[in-house]
């Protein structure tokens, strides 16, 4: 399993670095219009720059998850117990996981809402906007199982 979750964060760490080119790309070109008079002022940048930064949002959440750099505060003091501090993890890990079903349930919904919709400007079908949410949810889901199966064999005796 960690194998296939090692695939899928690869493959999300790639999407996340072209997600940010794609962004790049119409920015610069928006950036560059109001100076240059050669370049023409396209209206689709600022629309495709914005569901770029969309899906690099989410794509960015998943990875945090996978790599555990979320912002959190350590409010209760550390324990020199292993299984006191796996107990705490599994906590916040249910915690997100609980984030990551609202993530899946109203992401869902709000693809049924968008499903006929397209984009205003470059016709784009919304539908492929809108799963950035439940994807995100599934994917941290997955994420969070195999954390807290990790923090579960350390509560059970196995070593980190």
């Given at each position: 399993?960690?194998?296939?979750l090692?695939?899928?964060h690869?493959v ?5 670095g ?7 790309v ?10 240059v008079?050669?370049i ?7 629309e ?6 969309v ?14 750099t ?9 324990s020199?117990n292993p ?21 899946i ?8 809402f968008?499903?006929?919709?397209v984009?205003?400007?470059a ?10 949410w ?16 990790r923090?579960?064999s350390?509560m ?5």
């Open positions: 399993m960690t194998r296939v090692d695939a899928i690869l999300l760490k790639l999407a996340l072209l997600l940010v080119a794609g962004l790049l119409p920015v610069t070109m928006q950036i560059l219009a109001r100076f008079d050669f023409p002022r396209y209206i689709w940048t600022e495709i720059a914005r569901f770029c930064f899906w690099m949002i989410m794509v960015g959440a998943m990875c945090a998850v996978r790599d555990g979320h912002f959190d505060l350590e409010i209760l003091p550390e020199p299984k006191v501090e796996a107990a705490k993890r599994i906590f916040v890990h249910l915690m997100i996981f609980i984030v990551a079903i609202i993530f349930w109203y992401g869902w919904r709000f693809i049924l968008g499903w006929f919709q984009s205003e400007i016709q784009l079908p919304m539908n492929w906007i809108f799963v950035a439940p994807l995100m949810g599934v994917v941290s889901a997955l994420f969070l199982a195999e954390k807290i199966a923090e579960i350390i059970r005796g196995a070593r980190a």
